[in-house]
């Protein structure tokens, strides 16, 4: 899936904690750590960068091109070690570690024991994490194309997923019901800070409905995407995939989106 929906879907999932915890942690930061675990597990597609082989590719005697490395099946493949939820784990844990040590830099005078500062570190490493875990969810109902899914259970050499339920790119519907939620939810944030209305308590189910909200778009598409390896029918499917969102959608909306689209730089 794009990475614009991954970094909505980090802060939809972050703005549950983030109404919860308002008075706590500012809620901009954890909205910004949900957006980061959203599009973290993409770090992995850094091996299609025109520079990796004589960058990063050189520095660690790679023996594979960039190309070959983001299509293949090793651990720093794409859709392999960084799409599994050790990888979140792991990532959430080094996050939280370095934002400990820059706390401490910062208040080198008040020094503030480990388990105190757990209280605010903790929900930001949960927000990071799920932010991952988001990530790799939208992942799993695309095509399993050369990989098979993603390695979700790494150390497990199997993938999961790779169920073609949508297409690659271009899904608008499940990104506008994941934006509208989110939006809600941010504003809900904004209530708790100023009120003393928990808000965390309509935030949950906001983003129960949007998951509901995506999984009826995925089981209602008329195409089925799945294909394995190298698929000859790319254009003909991505054609397919933008002719459903014209019928999802109507011709007004799809129209402005596709507007969107092509405004934006990255894929989507
Ligand atoms: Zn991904």
């Not at 309509?202 to 089925?224: C, E, H, K, M, S």
């Not at 390896?229 to 054609?239: I, V």
Request: proline share 3%; with cysteine; hydrophobic share 45%.
């Amino acid at each position: 899936m794009d990475l614009l929906t991954h970094i909505i879907s980090g802060i939809a999932v972050s703005s549950v904690i983030a109404s919860a915890n308002s008075k706590i942690i500012p809620a901009p930061r954890i909205l910004a750590v949900g957006a980061l675990g959203g599009a973290f597990p993409d770090i992995d597609a850094i091996s299609l960068w025109s520079r990796f082989d004589a960058t990063i590719g050189k520095w660690f005697g790679l023996a594979h091109t960039g190309k070959e490395i983001y299509s293949g099946k090793f651990w720093y493949s794409h859709h392999g070690f960084f799409h599994s939820i050790a990888a979140a784990v792991m990532a959430g844990f080094l996050l939280g570690c370095l934002a400990y040590l820059y706390h401490r830099l910062r208040r080198r005078q008040q020094r503030e024991p480990f388990s105190r500062y757990l209280k605010t570190g903790l929900p930001v490493y949960l927000v990071f994490v799920s932010g991952c875990l988001a990530h790799v969810a939208g992942d799993l109902i695309t095509p399993a194309s050369v990989w098979g899914g993603v390695r979700l259970f790494w150390p497990y050499a199997g993938y999961a997923g790779g169920w073609g339920a949508v297409w690659w790119w271009n899904n608008y519907d499940m990104f506008l019901i994941i934006s509208a939620g989110t939006c809600l939810n941010i504003l809900l944030v904004a209530v708790a800070r100023h009120t003393r209305f928990r808000t965390g308590i309509i935030a949950f189910p906001v983003v129960l409905l949007i998951l509901v909200g995506v999984w009826r778009q995925a089981a209602t598409r008329q195409t089925d995407y799945a294909y394995t390896g190298n698929t000859g029918q790319y254009q003909q499917l991505e054609e397919k995939s933008k002719k459903e969102q014209q019928r999802i959608l109507g011709t007004k909306l799809y129209r402005a989106m596709d507007r969107f689209d092509h405004w934006l730089i990255i894929n989507f």
